[in-house]
């Protein structure tokens, strides 16, 4: 008869490095034997019918199936993007403009902007907008690819000031129009800036704000549109609504924080996408132009931007305006300023 034999003299083995009570039965499955070192000979019983072996018995852990991880290319061309996709600083220049935008504290940037020049092959002419979105970035995106559009197709060949006024307003309107008719959520802010015929018409629905700077003298050529405004106060009143300070904040039915805007469909009845627009004629003294978001206006002032921006904007052989817009959401950042913000410089002698 053959037989083989395991002794250990260590203390019994446990996955969960716990203590293992003294009554446990030795013929418990969970009382394993374990051989550490040598024992000596004197603990060692010989019989002539059966061996002994100093061999401990080991628990090996099962191991893990393979995990296939997809390979990616480290070109970033070659991951699929979403439309949703923004960075959380997004900087660009073009002729005669530039633009930072910059994420603040939200999971996800939702200001936009749009800039285009060269309109109808014509260098004098541009489009220019900062788009401030809430409730979600989808009203901002819309707006940014479309607003354009339909201001252009409803110019036409307007030439008074009351024409070029009611085609801003009719294209703003046909914007906000489609934009419901996708029953998406959320709303955004607009500023827009065309520059047509030696003339700069500023339009705005919300509190996105353009300010001039009139041989450095800080200008604002918009006007916010907020529920503590009297006359948008009064408009929302005399429709059914009510506005009422909620935290320091006046808020239209105790939720939305601006009265005008592209989208909001639950509120539409208060909030309308109506711009107010103002037309300037361009000349020398009319240096740059400044379209912000409230994430800059909430924490500088019109003077103390145009200030800042000034030196970077104005001169005979360069002009460093990125560095401006840069600059201007620093100092916002610095005084605390959580909200997303989008900051365009427009040089306006480009466009004289």
């Known amino acids: 008869m053959s037989c083989t034999v395991a002794i250990s003299n260590s203390p019994m083995f446990s996955p969960s490095r716990a203590p293992v009570p003294a009554s446990s039965s030795p013929s418990s499955p ?10 000596p000979s004197s603990l060692i019983r010989a019989s002539t019918d059966c061996s002994v072996s100093t061999s401990p018995t080991v628990l090996k852990r099962k191991r893990p199936s393979r995990l296939d991880v997809p390979a990616f290319s480290m070109s970033f061309g070659n991951i699929p993007a979403t439309p949703t996709a923004v960075a959380d600083l997004v900087e660009a220049e073009g002729d005669g ?22 309109l109808h092959a014509d260098s004098k ?3 220019f907008g900062i788009f401030d979105g809430h409730g979600g970035a989808k009203a901002a995106e819309y707006a940014a690819e479309n607003l354009k559009k339909n ?16 085609a801003v307003k009719n294209g ?33 629905a919300g509190d996105c704000r353009a300010v001039v700077s009139r041989g450095g003298v800080a200008e604002a050529l918009t006007s916010d549109h907020r529920p503590s405004r009297k006359d948008e106060k009064d408009r929302i009143e005399a429709s059914g609504g009510y506005v009422d300070c909620c935290r320091g904040i006046w808020r ?13 469909q639950c509120l539409k009845q208060w909030v309308t996408a109506e711009p107010e627009t103002r037309i300037l004629g361009l ?15 909430d924490k500088v002032s019109n003077q103390e931007a145009v200030d800042i921006a000034r030196p970077l904007c104005t001169g005979i052989t360069t002009h460093q305006s990125l560095s401006a ?21 427009v040089q306006l002698g480009r466009f004289c």
């Not at 969970?30 to 024992?39: A, D, H, T, V």
């Not at 959401?329 to 959580?338: H, K, N, P």
């Open 30 to 39: 969970l009382r394993i034997l374990r051989l550490q070192k040598p024992l």
């Open 97 to 118: 403009y530039s633009v930072c935008c910059k994420r603040g504290r939200k999971s996800a940037m939702e200001d936009r902007y749009s800039a285009t020049v060269n």
């Open 125 to 127: 002419q541009g489009v």
């Open 151 to 166: 201001i252009m197709n409803e110019l036409g060949n307007t030439a008074t000031d009351d024409e070029i006024k009611v």
């Open 172 to 204: 703003y309107l046909k914007t906000d129009s489609e934009f419901l008719n996708q029953e998406v959520g959320g709303g955004s802010c607009c500023v827009t800036a065309l520059i047509r015929n030696g003339n700069l018409v500023i339009s705005n």
């Open 252 to 264: 239209i039915q105790g939720s939305l924080a601006v009265s005008r805007g592209i989208g909001d």
């Open 283 to 297: 000349n020398p003294e009319l240096e740059f132009l400044i379209l912000a978001s409230d994430g800059l206006w």
């Open 325 to 345: 817009c840069r600059k201007l959401i620093d100092l916002s950042i610095s005084r605390g300023s959580i909200d997303d913000t989008s900051v365009m410089i």
